[in-house]
């Protein structure tokens, strides 16, 4: 049977076949992993429009061009390659009103566009409450206005977070109420400008954290009020980590969320987190994401329209392969001694603590005072001081994440589990979106590779280079401690 014959409700790939994809936030990590795995495994896509805009004064083009070609397309461009001549950018920014489309290309997708997949979003923690409203919720209610005049739209996918509920210990897959009224607040926004509007910050924000959480609840409710018209669903991806193995074991792109906090705890910069040891972290490998997206978009097209009913997915990890913050930590520490980092400053370490009190008072002698002495040095050896100023971040990145650290959610799976049970046979090791026989060892021994190699640029071939450093490293640390133990008790004894 030709290829373009098979039973679309039997082959994803041949679903996809013919499809134009409108990608937003295709710079992103789930961006462009996600364009990866169509071109490479969904092949005969007709084409994928991806919303961009020109930063540090290069253009669209040009930020396609740098983004392709980094290590994670290498298997696509090795294979193929002609695939990236499907990818086709449209000039635009999700924190203006209708992405400030022009006419022509606005026109362009209503008339080819079959799928949306609405993933950009602001995601700083610290943003101000106008820009997150803007740049997240107005976006949402542009992406639906414009799905709203797409002629031959069959789904549209909105990727949003596993955490937009904190107040429900368990979160189940459903639209819950709103926390306020989006309408209301994306008119606020516009109206108000960034001083009056931060005035009301905190009493808008009720029991969310921050700014990026509250606006990403309001975008649900947008989704949802719009789905009694359009073929939605809204996928909810915990905190999402590097690669399980596709197409890159290990890979990954950024340092959001828990991958800065291990950058630092890796360099020896990082001693003690504000952080709960009996907290389980909810962490879901970036390719389980996006073959929950591709799937959730394949069960979507070929489902028969119902008005009002937004199917949800909770895209986490499995609650019967869960481990404790602590214990990932101590499989990373026993990790990086055979496969270190290069230039630690010292041997990685790490004490959990819900004290504020023990917390402050250990940042002090452990990071402030330690970065004091060797900025100290640093600057009267003729180099820039720069190691208070990690510090710092490292301090506003724990602080940011303590909420999370602190506390656990439990998720309900069912929809992802019926999502995993109806993958045709012959897509189910290409798409699986199965962890519950992931090796957690193997996979935070992969992820530490890849940050070492994709994050930081390390070549694994000074790994030699990297463990010698290591050692010695642990020599000065291991004297420095005995020469502080010994003048601890010898002060005492000339106290006595």
Request: aromatic share 10%.
């Amino acid at each position: 049977m030709d290829k373009n014959t098979i039973d679309p409700a039997k082959s994803i790939p041949s679903f996809y076949a013919g499809q134009s994809i409108f990608l937003t936030g295709a710079t992103g990590l789930i961006g462009k992993v996600y364009i990866e795995k169509i071109l490479r495994s969904c092949p005969d896509v007709r084409e994928i429009f991806i919303l961009m805009r020109p930063k540090k004064g290069i253009n669209i083009n040009e930020r396609l061009e740098k983004m392709l070609s980094v290590p994670l397309f290498d298997k696509l461009r090795e294979k193929q390659s002609l695939n990236f001549k499907k990818l086709i950018p449209v000039f635009g920014d999700i924190s203006q009103e209708n992405f400030n489309l022009s006419v022509v290309d606005r026109q362009m997708l209503i008339e080819r566009v079959t799928i949306i997949i609405h993933n950009a979003a602001s995601v700083k923690f610290n943003d101000s409450l106008k820009y997150a409203i803007l740049s997240n919720t107005r976006s949402t209610r542009d992406i639906c206005i414009l799905a709203e005049n797409i002629k031959n739209l069959i789904a549209l996918v909105y990727v949003g977070t596993a955490y937009t509920h904190l107040d429900n210990p368990f979160i189940e897959e459903k639209v819950y109420p709103p926390i306020a009224n989006w309408r209301k607040m994306i008119k606020v926004a516009e109206l108000l400008d960034e001083h009056n509007l931060n005035i009301f910050t905190a009493k808008c924000l009720d029991y969310i954290p921050n700014t990026y959480l509250f606006s990403k609840n309001l975008a649900e409710s947008v989704i949802h009020e719009y789905s009694s018209s359009l073929p939605c669903a809204i996928v909810r991806p915990s905190i999402v980590t590097s690669s399980l193995k596709d197409p890159i074991p290990g890979w990954v792109d950024n340092f959001n969320g828990p991958m800065g906090l291990c950058a630092f705890g890796a360099k020896g910069l990082l001693r003690v987190l504000y952080a709960s040891k009996c907290t389980s972290q909810n962490d879901i490998p970036i390719d389980t994401v996006i073959n929950t997206i591709i799937l959730v978009t394949w069960k979507l097209g070929l489902t028969t329209f119902i008005p009002k009913s937004t199917l949800v997915i909770n895209c986490t990890f499995p609650d019967e392969k869960s481990m404790l913050f602590q214990e990932v930590i101590n499989i990373m520490l026993k990790l990086l001694k055979k496969i270190p980092l290069e230039g630690i400053v010292w041997i990685p370490s790490a004490v959990l603590t819900k004290s504020l009190i023990i917390y402050y008072v250990l940042t002090i002698l452990w990071h402030i005072l330690p970065a004091i002495i060797i900025d100290s040095v640093l600057k009267f050896s003729g180099h820039q001081p720069m190691i208070l100023r990690l510090q710092r971040k490292a301090y506003v990145a724990n602080l940011a994440l303590q909420h999370f650290m602190c506390n656990e959610w439990k998720f309900d799976n069912t929809n992802s589990r019926n999502l995993m049970s109806l993958i045709p046979s012959d897509n189910r090791e290409i798409f699986s979106i199965d962890l519950s026989d992931i090796d957690m060892t193997k996979y935070i021994r992969n992820s530490m590779i890849g940050f070492k190699k994709y994050l930081l640029h390390e070549d694994m071939n000074r790994l030699k280079a990297a463990k010698a450093h290591y050692k010695r490293v642990d020599l000065f640390v291991r004297t420095f401690k005995t020469v502080i133990i010994i003048g601890i008790l010898w002060m005492i004894y000339k106290c006595m």
